[in-house]
């Protein structure tokens, strides 16, 4: 069966530093992959997507980007973090081409301090 | 105009009561239809989908699909306290997932 692992599970971090949130898929190939964000009380917002090993789209620009080194890998970075940064980071997954709902991860809370 | 939206909660019931949650959609072409649920703190749980018109039964939840009138529904037969939640409607179109704000729902004994 499928799994999908998401950490840190909770990151705070001071305004200007780095950020490196990981997502990783087993079980599964080729797998379409997602970052979300969830602001306290607000909707899910669609970050980044990537159908396969190095393509990255962007949903929303801003100072984070994504990557994909491996098939069943999905970054999250930031150079410099900023307060606005702060939220509930969720990754998920879904079959290529398949009509499935997505898979989310266990998230991660961030707070920007 | 926002791509997916939600009746606004919360929404109280009591016990052994039907949950009536709705959810309308902007995009005609959308082509699949999910609902989630979300725990406080937790990642969203997928719990029901809808592809076609109609009704779809899953146990105590029912999704029911009106693509005329661009309309998706939950029912929750026989609330427990364990279904206080927020629950998002989630709308699948060309390539991404997108989300309601959610409505929250609160199941008093």
């Known amino acids: 069966s499928q799994t999908i692992h998401q950490w840190p599970a909770t990151l705070v971090q001071p305004v200007g530093s780095p950020l490196s949130l990981e997502c990783t898929v087993e079980?599964?190939?080729?797998?379409?992959l997602y970052w979300y964000r969830q602001a306290a009380g607000r909707g899910l917002q669609l970050l980044f997507y990537?159908?396969?090993?190095?393509?990255i789209s962007s949903e929303v620009p801003q100072n984070l980007s994504a990557s994909r080194p491996q098939d069943r890998q999905f970054i999250l970075s930031s150079k410099k973090l900023l307060l606005s940064d702060s939220g509930f980071y969720l990754c998920?997954?879904?079959?290529?081409?398949?009509?499935?709902?997505?898979?989310f991860g266990s998230g991660t809370r961030l707070t920007v301090v | 105009q926002k791509e997916v939206e939600q009746n606004s909660g919360p929404l109280s019931v009591p016990e052994g009561a039907i949950a009536s949650l709705n959810c309308t959609y902007s995009?005609?072409?959308?082509?699949?239809f999910f609902w989630y649920r979300q725990y406080s703190g937790k990642s969203p749980e997928l719990i029901m989908s809808?592809?076609?018109?109609g009704d779809k039964e899953d146990g105590r939840f029912t999704a029911q699909l009106n693509k005329a009138s661009q309309y998706v529904s939950l029912l929750i037969r026989d609330s427990q306290p364990s279904d206080s939640a927020t629950y998002l409607c989630?709308?699948?179109?060309?390539?991404?997932?997108?989300f309601g704000a959610g409505t929250t729902v609160t199941v008093r004994a």
């Open positions: 079980g599964t190939s080729n797998p379409n």
């Open positions: 990537s159908v396969g090993i190095g393509q």
């Open positions: 998920a997954w879904r079959e290529p081409g398949g009509a499935y709902g997505y898979t």
């Open positions: 809808i592809y076609s018109n």
């Open positions: 989630a709308v699948f179109t060309d390539y991404k997932l997108s």
């Open positions: 995009d005609r072409g959308s082509q699949s």
